[in-house]
């Protein structure tokens, strides 16, 4: 109902411009004319109000302006818009770009080009890519991919500060964009196959310092999970990131952070998921090795944690949990829930209350034979034994859907209040899964895992649908033939956004799924659609092209650090080179 | 024995080649044009390993391969291969995951063995780590007699579909 709809988008702009009014980077982030934070908002909605672009004028939508990054690595995350000025930072080497674009052909202000250590390429998993900045304060603060976070003047493109925040020779790499609450900036590391012992970090977004480390895994002390402060809905206890692993296993137990953060200015509490344990193998490291695999929410201010639950225990499958909390206020079950929506790569789609922890519902959105559901009385998956893996169990094969997810974290969904739908690209496919036993070195991968991949029981490897988070269930979906890795954009114009990997940038109408309009961008797309005001007037949509993320989306080609460095094409889309080829574009479209 | 002590006779190193399981080359025209001098034992590949100035090559590599006599060399380097999560970037088999492939003929950093032992005892900058402190020398060489085991490249397929 279009009353109901405009009154709760007030209410969610309300809630983000309050607590923190004389915040710029606040105000912003509620201003639909910019786009200050890699999720739009503090509540990861990826929601604009702008509406200039509707079901009736979007086939009117074209090009008016490209520009080539230079580089080959996997072009995920989003430019930012701020005082009519386009961020965008590219894959390694993390060159800022800052274009005018109040002048004709978008001219470029300056650009900011920082030293990158080159051996971040082989630490890093899963490409050197780089999921955007945050602008705060008159800021532009990003991570390096050599685990360095840099903010530089928005105006001048001048660094102001540069914090090593991570180590290459502990297998840590960081390609997340940092979240900036208040004066906090929080960065997180990526390395869940080089045995990390993962963490976020609180820096002042003046200075750059390091104001607070608290680790995702072990004791109490280091997880900054204080008695009076931390309680967990299901779980009992304490030194529960300990005490879930066999000896010290947790010291190098992966638990990394490299997805989107999301904040609730009314309960203080920041949220984001964490990755997988390691190693890959399960055997060794019986017990639910918390809080791997789990969504945590903390105060930003000085880090402890509030509450905290695990997706997948003793996950025996890669299903990282790095994906978005988005929070969202939804009737469920006839009540008015200050919900928490999360589509984990475990293949479930999960609403629950961001106060407690709480599961309210949890369905699959994708196909899945890991698990038969969640049981809501203790929060655990009801598991099929049959699909456990661990080097005892050899091959296991036949799981769904794979370690890529159902919805791979790197692919942001958004949510839109008019239709009250989420949209999320997802994949279908399903995997082998062959454990063995490995040895922690620090520096090198701490893995031990075959895993080719397949399709699924579906021919189509990918869709983009639409969710409704009240109810557990698809509104609609679009097919694709590959999977789908870009992140997703609604609009107040009814029109939703996303790319696939043979290179459409697509809209359809937001309540139907129908594709009203497409266009090739020159490279399969894993990128994250945003809209802007232009100096103009004019609503804009912006994308950027340039397939990658993980070899296995090489697909034919080449890796992007060595052209002359061929592979072969990924088991799962072995025609996927027809369609596409590397390279870093950015587009941006206008009526 | 120390690396820096560890100087012997070119010949024994292509030696070395042929005893460590290296697989046996046929000359492609290419690679034969530029390495015409068969004591230099360089691995034939797709790209030249590097360019010499004035065309004159320096004194090779005389670091001692002391597998030259091992017969499991190739054997005993692939079980370290995995042991030493060489597998965990270079991928299984050595088909090139997050590091590159060291099957597919192409070489970064040198086809030679003493190149590939170099490479593993100290590190490249793009994330290859040093084992040199790791490993004896023992083991470098044998994971160099599996490395040059592996099957010979295909050729890369233009068509894949």
Known sequence: ?591 | MTRSSSRVLVALLFLAVIVGGCREQSAAPAAAAKSNDSENALVISRHDDRVFAGGLMPPAERVVNTEAHNAKAAEEGATLFTSMNCDGCHGGGAVGAVGPSLTDGRWRYGGADADIYRSIAEGRPKGMPSFGGALQPAMIWRLVAYIKSLPAPKDAPTESW
Not at chain 1, 222 to 232: H, I, N, P
Not at chain 1, 389 to 417: F, H, M, Q, R
Not at chain 1, 484 to 502: H, K, P
Request: proline letters at 6%; aromatic letters at 12%; a neutral charge.
């Open chain 1, 1 to 591: 109902m279009p009353m109901s709809t405009r009154r709760s988008a007030l209410v969610l702009a309300l809630s983000l411009a309050v607590p923190l009014g004389a915040s710029r980077a606040l105000a912003q982030g509620a201003s639909d004319g910019e786009w200050t934070m890699p999720s739009k908002d503090y509540s990861a909605s990826r929601f604009s109000g702008l509406a200039q672009i509707t079901p009736a004028t979007v086939k009117s939508l074209h090009p008016v302006w490209t520009f080539s990054t230079g580089t080959l690595g996997g072009h995920e995350g989003q430019p930012l818009v701020v005082n009519n000025t386009m961020y965008v930072v590219t894959p390694y080497p993390n060159v800022l770009y800052a274009f005018d674009l109040t002048k004709d052909g978008y001219p470029l202000k300056w650009k900011y080009r920082p030293p990158v250590d080159p051996n971040a390429l082989g630490i890093a998993c899963c490409d050197a890519v780089n999921r955007g900045a945050v602008y705060a304060n008159g800021k532009i603060v990003y991570n390096l991919l050599d685990g360095h976070t840099v903010a530089i003047d928005a105006v001048t493109g001048k660094e102001l500060w540069n914090t090593k925040i991570a180590d290459l020779a502990q297998g840590e790499t960081t390609p997340m964009a940092p979240f900036v609450v208040k004066n906090r900036v929080l960065v997180g590391a990526s390395g869940g196959e080089f045995g990390i012992l993962g963490w976020v970090k609180g820096l002042d977004l003046a200075t750059g310092k390091i104001a607070w480390t608290a680790t995702n895994i072990g004791p109490d002390s280091l997880v900054l999970a204080k008695s009076g402060t931390f309680k967990a809905f299901y779980d009992k206890g304490a030194q529960l990131g300990q005490t879930t692993w066999p000896a010290d296993t947790w010291k190098h137990g992966g638990a990394p952070v490299w997805g989107w953060m999301s904040y609730d200015p009314e309960l203080d509490l920041v949220y984001y998921g964490v990755g997988n344990p390691g190693p890959y193998n399960a055997d060794q490291r019986m017990g639910d090795n918390k809080w791997t695999a789990s969504v945590l929410a903390r105060h930003p201010g000085d880090g402890s944690l509030v509450w905290a639950y695990q997706f997948t225990p003793h996950d025996s499958w890669d299903f990282d949990a790095a994906a978005e909390m988005v929070l969202v206020d939804l009737t469920v079950k006839g009540k008015m829930r200050k919900a928490l929506v999360h589509f984990d790569k475990n293949g479930f789609a999960y609403t629950m209350d961001r106060a407690t922890g709480e599961v309210i519902l949890a369905e699959p959105y994708v196909h899945v034979n890991w698990a038969s559901k969640i049981d809501l009385a203790t929060g655990r998956p009801v598991l099929n034994d049959a699909k456990a893996t661990g080097a005892s169990k050899g091959n296991v094969k036949d799981i769904c859907p794979t370690l890529e997810g159902g919805k791979s974290p790197a692919s942001p969904v958004a949510y839109s209040p008019v239709t009250k739908l989420f949209y999320a690209s997802t994949n279908s496919m399903c995997m082998d899964y062959a454990a063995v036993q490995t040895a922690h070195l620090a520096g090198t991968p701490f893995m031990g895992i075959n895993s080719p991949y397949h399709a699924g029981s579906d021919p189509n490897m990918g869709a983009f649908i639409a969710w409704d988070a009240s109810t557990g269930k698809r509104a609609w979906e679009i097919k694709e033939k590959f999977p789908v890795w870009s992140g997703s954009l609604a609009t107040r114009g009814n029109v939703v956004f996303y790319g696939t990997l043979d290179g459409w940038f697509k809209a359809a109408n937001a309540t139907t799924g129908a594709v009203l309009w497409r266009f090739k961008v020159g490279s399969g797309v894993v990128g994250d659609p945003i809209t802007f005001t232009g100096a103009d007037g004019k609503q804009y949509v912006a994308i950027y092209a340039g397939i990658g993320g993980d070899w296995l989306l090489l697909s034919g080609d080449y890796k992007s650090d060595d052209p002359a460095d061929i592979r072969d094409p990924a088991d799962f889309a072995r025609d996927l080179a027809r369609h596409t080829s590397q390279g870093g574009i950015v587009w941006i479209f206008a009526l």
